[in-house]
């Protein structure tokens, strides 16, 4: 069998049709938001009230959702002390709720936020137009108005290598899902159903039609009959 060797073809002689990638650019991105689910964080307060924080830097492993934060925030703060929280994930239509969070805080005193003004608001829920639900499991409440909601506990928070960020790993201890989005008879999402809100560069996005089936998915292949 012979072994396939690295192509030794000049730039312009290649066989005619073949497309050739375009060369691409060495950039400086402000941010690297290339496309992540937006969160909303709750976690308890010093005065037992509740903070309602979004972020955009979170992804799972098994029963675990690690989340990236700002080390001098009211959430992060709040994890420290009390490890208590509920991960709620909002749907694309919800995207002018997480935007009015975006500009609020929950510290008395605001640390400098570099970007756009922010200001103190202990009521976020109302401000945000979002409804607390109570949680079963844990302190904060769970957002009444987000498909999925993820009771869980931060088991570790530690900044990232270089002190600028703290990373939380957040065991899930309890799942709450819009009966919409769950497979009948199974205990599993339709990932048809479920759109997260994305935070591209910035901007908010949906998810598109669906492009294919992983081999390892639990939930049964879509057909072109059961799109009809």
Known sequence: ???????TAQPGTERPGTAQPAEHLTITPSILY???PVVLLTTENPDGSFNLAPMSSAWALGDVVVLGLGKDGRTGQNLAARPE?????????QWPAVERLGRLTGRPSPAPSGGRPIRYEPAKF???GLTPRPSRSVRPPRVAECPIQLEARAVRVGTDL??????VEARVLRVHADPRLVVPGTQHIEPAAWSPLIYNFRHYFGLGPELGHSGISETPRRTAAADE
Not at 1 to 7: C, G, I, L, V, Y
Not at 85 to 93: Q, Y
Not at 162 to 167: E, K, N, R, W, Y
């Open 162 to 167: 270089a002190g600028d960020f703290l990373i």
């Open 126 to 128: 109302e401000a945000a």
């Open 1 to 7: 069998m012979r072994t396939a060797q690295p192509s």
């Open 34 to 36: 290339f496309g992540t």
């Open 85 to 93: 929280l509920v991960i709620n994930l909002p749907e694309p239509g």
